[in-house]
Structure formats: structure tokens, C-alpha cells
């Protein structure tokens, strides 16, 4: 059974006349991390709402199609049901802060698990160090950078151990060290607990570094799904649609160093440069 099956999904906002999503199709395997890209409203954001259950129940539009998650309709289970299953963590990480201490903000999603408060308090804990925030417990969220809401909004997140974890542009505030930081917590917790990862990302150079495959959005519809090599080796497609090409793939296709397999990364650059 896949983790997510999407079916000729559309979905268009009650006030508008234009679908966001035009006829999506893609599946998802349990245990996989996969890169969604896209230019500014190709429809990312409102697909990962819709997988996460959270669109179709709390905005008034119009949807066509069918999402599964784990073999439940995400369209119609509750969101309370399916937030069992699924965490979501967004781009401004303020507009998911509920709570006056950064150690409430994350234990607050695990309070409805039926967990001891042994149990919570030492996924808290286990969390905000995976994301390199203990020592902040007794913060309010608000006096945090950018950066550090994002990443305790993420441990909320993690500490939830979900079967899917959609982190749409969730990183976007973090310096480069720290995206690399928590997609690799995200990488091993993956691995561990055997969670499937949807990640929205700009940044191709480390989306690459991760991902296991890559969905293409262009105009509400998925234009290429796939092996990120397979992916960005349609270097003249992906500029036509505006994504940025991994910098290591760029320069190798500009000095036409690569003998039929375009590198991904500085390592796989410097091998095919030599």
C-alpha cells in the first residue's frame, strides 16, 4: 500500500474561476522523501494542504479527485483523525504557534496521543535537541529568530513520530548549516521510524542530497516525476519553467564536463571536472 495516491486532483478557491490544481497524478511509497519543485504558484502549497487533509475542510472551494494517505480518504477523514498520521510544517512557522513556551508548542500536539507525561516530556526533549534548540524551553516563540521558530515548529513535528511529514518551504529562514542540520535529523528519523517525507524546497543543491525522487509542478499540473538525475538532467525544460538547476549540475552543463550523466552535487562535480 503507497503512503500517498493522488488522483486527478483539482481543486479551485470559491472565489476564483481558475483551478490551482489541474488533473494531479503521483504516488508516494511508504519510507520515501520526495522533493516537490515548482515556480510561484504552480500549486504546492495548496497540494500539500490537500494531502495533509487541512484544505478541503477549512476553506471553501471547489475539489475533484481523490487523495489517499495510508489507504484513508484525506478528503473526507477528519482532521483530527488524520492528524494522527500526518504532521504539516509551513513556511511562517507564527502562524502555527498556539502556545507561550517553545517546551508547550511541542509537547501541545501530543497531549490528544493519550502519551504519559513521562512519554511527552521526553519526546519534547529527544526533539528540540534533534533540531538543536534545548535550552529554549522556556521561551516564548515570539522572542525567537526566524530560523529557530522554524526549527521548533519541525520538532513539534518530529516529536509526533507521523507516518507522513510534509514540510512545505519549512526551512526557508535557516542559514544554510542549519537546513542541512535538520534534513539530515529528517533523513535518520526517517529512516528510524519509518516515516514518509513530501518536502517543498527552492533550494535544489540540497533538495538533491535527500530526496529519493522529485515532482515538477508547472501551472497546477505535475510535469515531470522522478530520480533527481533523471530529473534535473532536463536542464533546458526546468529553466523554461523557472526552477533553479542544482549549482554543481549548472556549471558541469555549461562546461559540458559531463560524459552523459550530469553530477548532482560538488563531490560528483568535481569527479566529472577532473
Not at 11 to 18: A, C, F, G, N
Not at 175 to 201: N, Q, W
Request: proline share 3%.
Amino acid at each position: 500500500m503507497s503512503a500517498v495516491r493522488v488522483k486527478d486532483l483539482w481543486w479551485r478557491y470559491h472565489t476564483s474561476r481558475e483551478w490551482i490544481l489541474k488533473g494531479v497524478d503521483f504516488e508516494v511509497e511508504r519510507g520515501e522523501f520526495v522533493g516537490i519543485v515548482g515556480p510561484s504558484g504552480a500549486g504546492k502549497t495548496t497540494l500539500c494542504l490537500l494531502v495533509a487533509g487541512v484544505l478541503s475542510k477549512s476553506v471553501k472551494g471547489e475539489c475533484k479527485g481523490r487523495v489517499e494517505l495510508f489507504g484513508k480518504d484525506a478528503l473526507r477523514t477528519g482532521v483530527r483523525q488524520l492528524s494522527e498520521e500526518v504532521a504539516i510544517v509551513l513556511q511562517d512557522a507564527d502562524t502555527q504557534f498556539v502556545t507561550m513556551r517553545v517546551l508547550e508548542e511541542v509537547a501541545f500536539p501530543l497531549e490528544n496521543l493519550g502519551l504519559s507525561r513521562e512519554e511527552i516530556l521526553e519526546r519534547v526533549s529527544e526533539a528540540l535537541e534533534f533540531v538543536g534548540m534545548k535550552g529554549y524551553e522556556w521561551k516564548h516563540p515570539h522572542e525567537l529568530s526566524g530560523g529557530q521558530k522554524q526549527r521548533v515548529a519541525i520538532a513539534a513535528a518530529l516529536a509526533k513520530r507521523p507516518r507522513l511529514l510534509i514540510l512545505d518551504e519549512a526551512t526557508s529562514d535557516l542559514d544554510p548549516l542549519g537546513k542541512r542540520e535538520v534534513l539530515s535529523v529528517v533523513s535518520r528519523l526517517r529512516k528510524e521510524y519509518e516515516v514518509t517525507v513530501m518536502i517543498v524546497d527552492h533550494n535544489t543543491d540540497d533538495l538533491v542530497k535527500f530526496v529519493d525522487r522529485v515532482i515538477v509542478l508547472e501551472g497546477g499540473r505535475v510535469a515531470a516525476f522522478g530520480e533527481p538525475r533523471a530529473i534535473f538532467s532536463r536542464i533546458e525544460q526546468l529553466r523554461t519553467i523557472g526552477i533553479r538547476i542544482p549549482q554543481p549540475t549548472e556549471v558541469a552543463f555549461k562546461l559540458g564536463a559531463a560524459n552523459g550523466e550530469l553530477p548532482l552535487t560538488v563531490e560528483e562535480a568535481a569527479k566529472a571536472l577532473a
